[in-house]
Each structure stands twice: as C-alpha cells, then as structure tokens.
C-alpha cells in the first residue's frame, strides 16, 4: 500500500522560507509525477507546483520565482522550496503523486495528509 508522508510545514513570518518535504513508500514500480497542492482557508485546492518524469516543473502563477520544487527519484521523495512566503501562501499543502503500484502498467492517484503552512504578516 502506497503511503505519501509530508513534513516542513509550520509558521513563519512573511518574507521567510519553509522547505516541504514528502515521502512515498510501499510497492511502487514507476512515478509518473510528483507535486504539491494547497487549499487557503475558504479556497479550492490549487495547484502550486508539480514535476513530471522527463518533464520540466510547472508552477502556479502566484508561486513562479518565489518557490521551486525538485525530486529524489531514487527516494521517491518531492520537495519544495518556498522563499518569500506572503500571507496569501497560508494554508494546507498537500502531496500529491501518480505511480504505479501492484501493477507496472497501470497508474493512480496518491495524496498526502497534509501539512499545515502558516505565513504571518
């Protein structure tokens, strides 16, 4: 059973930097991507970054030079590095991974159980 581990999250005041990190563990047999979603208080869960294999990083709008995210293949773990956190950056951050896992071929969808960004003004 896959499992998708996060830690980093806390608070900060803005201006500063938080790293995040996630963990995948159980059987896995291939990543197809590995990224980050959030949810803001009273908001949707958006996209903020994501890397697929072979493919370049894709950012939100809000997050692009300000934070970066990168891979550890060999640790199926993601991490992002987030710099000049505002007040609008507050909210859950969930990992969120496409593998494949029990079966080669065939690929799913696994989310993290969320860790907390609090950025203060």
């Known amino acids: 059973q896959v499992k998708l581990v996060e830690s980093g999250g806390g608070l900060v005041q803005a201006g500063g930097s938080l790293r995040l990190s996630c963990a995948a563990s159980g059987s896995i047999f291939r990543i197809n991507a590995m990224g980050w979603y959030r949810r803001a208080p009273g908001k949707q869960r958006e996209l903020v970054a994501i890397v697929t294999s072979g493919g370049s990083p894709n950012y939100a709008d809000s997050v692009k030079g300000r934070f970066t995210i990168s891979r550890d293949n060999a640790k199926i773990t993601v991490f992002l590095q987030m710099n000049s956190l505002k007040p609008e950056d507050t909210g859950v951050y969930y990992c969120?991974?496409?593998?494949?896992?029990?079966?080669?071929?065939?690929?799913?969808?696994?989310w993290g159980q969320g860790t907390q960004v609090t950025v203060s003004s």
């Open positions: 969120y991974a496409v593998l494949s896992s029990g079966t080669y071929y065939s690929f799913d969808n696994y």
